[in-house]
């Protein structure tokens, strides 16, 4: 069959309240032209992103009676590391809230009491992931290949770390460089993955230089899917296994539950070295709560427990990643400049070649994201310039691209809303000349894309 269908009915539904243009002109001026301030009833289809956003299973919403809500040894707790381990076979799991809290506790790690000095690779720093080592002093550096950056070149794994880069990093700062991170997928580079070569490439380089390597994990299973269709070798091999595999390079994971376990909260820092592992059990503890729960309810514990089993279902990754391949497709077709090819969780479009017109310093994804908005209620979330162009030392420059994020709940919306969506580009695209470039009214000292405000320039 050539039709793949979603591999779940559903059980319960929630009403989306109808607005129109006029209605949401209006609206996102009120929301000072932030998507972030929007109120997501005034949403008809919420792309923002898809973390914590997944339709539980009823396997999810069932475990949550199970959670026990012991302060310390909860059987939920030993349900879930149990979980962890069975794919990530770490020597220590330590639950989150969330991921930038797991980001927080290694951060604080790394930088001992002194980041200034310190560098931190990665192929692409996630938002949270760099302003906690910016935070700190230590400088986040992004090291992804070449190709990952050019959004129209067809390449399997444009989110592979630029080997010769970080070899030579290493060679000349090994003293500054407290650890090594990639990301998969590489979420702010489009959601590409990285192949099981270059993890296995990234490690050996750590060794050599003794350093350990961490992933930044959030979605795994897509990027382990992507392993099996794309990397020779590993397409008899189970998602399970190259799971397994891919973290058996890894010293230690930071892990947002809120993507890949279907979440809606949850996350966790695990790790092998006892030393690290003890530092950041006391953190946890100021920051967090007992190590047992971390920040978290017995029910989120059984809920990720459940969830890992679930993500690496392959009728699950099949149907995942042939959805967003649909609507990147569908607006390939369009003409619309779709990074290629479609990344895991999310479809990205090139901003500044939709909207020549518009320079970098004018924000063209923000303009991008708040026509979208505009013409269809789609709500997306801008990578570029407005997100990353503030520099810690307060001058701003353009961001290497600038996108406009698609990202997808699992599990949540259909295939008349991927038609919907691919129409309301359809529309767009005939006044795109007219869409204006947006300045900054205020914006805070950091992470400005959250909650600064905004007015459109004049054409
Ligand atoms: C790659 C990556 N790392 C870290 C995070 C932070 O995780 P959280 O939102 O759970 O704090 C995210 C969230 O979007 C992410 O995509």
């Known amino acids: 069959m050539k039709t793949i269908i979603e591999p779940f009915r559903i059980k319960t539904v929630e009403p989306i309240r109808m ?7 209006q609206l996102i001026k009120q929301a000072d032209y932030n998507l972030f301030s929007l109120k997501s009833e005034d949403v008809l289809i919420d792309l923002l992103t898809d973390s914590g956003t997944s339709a539980m299973s009823t396997g999810q919403w069932s475990a949550l009676m199970k959670g026990d809500e012991s302060y310390a040894g909860s059987p939920s707790y030993y349900h879930f590391t149990a979980a962890v381990r069975d794919l990530m076979p770490f ?9 930038r809290a797991a980001e927080h506790i290694l951060t604080s790690i790394v930088a ?5 000095g310190k560098i ?24 992804v290949i070449a190709e990952g950056l050019d959004t129209a070149l067809e390449h399997p794994f444009k989110g592979n770390m630029d080997l010769d880069r970080l070899e030579k990093l290493l060679a000349e700062q090994a003293d500054n460089i407290p650890m090594v991170e990639t990301t998969i997928t590489n979420n702010a580079g489009g959601g590409q993955p990285v192949s099981m070569a270059n993890i296995r490439g990234t490690k050996a380089i750590c060794d050599k230089y003794g350093k350990p390597l961490i992933i930044d994990s959030a979605r795994f299973a897509e990027n382990a899917y992507f392993i099996k269709l794309r990397e020779e070798g590993y397409a008899d091999t189970t998602v399970k296994e190259i799971v397994r595999e891919m973290f058996s390079y890894a010293d230690g994971m930071t892990m947002s539950a809120k993507k890949d376990t279907f979440s809606n909260m949850g996350g966790w820092l695990a790790l092998n070295d006892d030393e690290w592992a003890e530092k950041a059990r006391t953190r946890l503890i100021m920051t967090e709560g007992f190590p047992t729960y971390g920040g978290l ?12 089993k679930e993500i690496v279902n392959e009728d699950y990754l099949q149907y995942r990643i042939r959805s967003i ?100 580009f359809e529309e767009l695209r005939n006044n795109i000349a007219e869409v204006p470039g947006m300045e900054i009214a205020w914006e805070p000292s950091s992470l400005r894309h959250f909650t600064a405000k905004l007015k459109p320039l004049s054409m």
């Not at 020597?91 to 991921?99: A, D, E, L, R, S």
């Open 112 to 116: 001992d009491g002194h980041g200034q």
């Open 325 to 424: 391949q649909y609507i990147n497709n569908g607006l390939d077709a369009l003409g619309v400049p779709v990074m290629k090819p479609a990344g895991g969780h999310a479809i990205f479009i090139d901003a500044k070649k939709m909207l020549p017109h518009i320079q970098p310093l004018q924000y063209p994804g923000q303009s991008l994201a708040i026509a979208l908005y505009v013409q269809g209620g789609i709500r997306t979330a801008e990578i570029g310039t407005f997100m990353f162009g503030r520099q810690p030392d307060g001058s701003e420059k353009p961001a290497p691209m600038e996108l406009v994020r698609l990202a997808m709940p699992r599990r949540v919306y259909t295939q008349a809303h991927a038609d919907y969506i691919i129409e309301c």
């Open 297 to 308: 309810t017995g029910r989120d514990m059984e809920c990720m427990a459940v969830g890992l």
């Open 19 to 25: 607005t129109t243009i006029e209605e949401r002109r």
């Open 120 to 143: 931190v690779p990665n192929n692409t720093h996630f938002d949270t992931t760099r302003a906690n080592f910016e935070d700190a002093g230590i400088e986040a550096q992004d090291l």
């Open 91 to 99: 020597k220590h799991v330590i639950p989150t809230h969330q991921g």
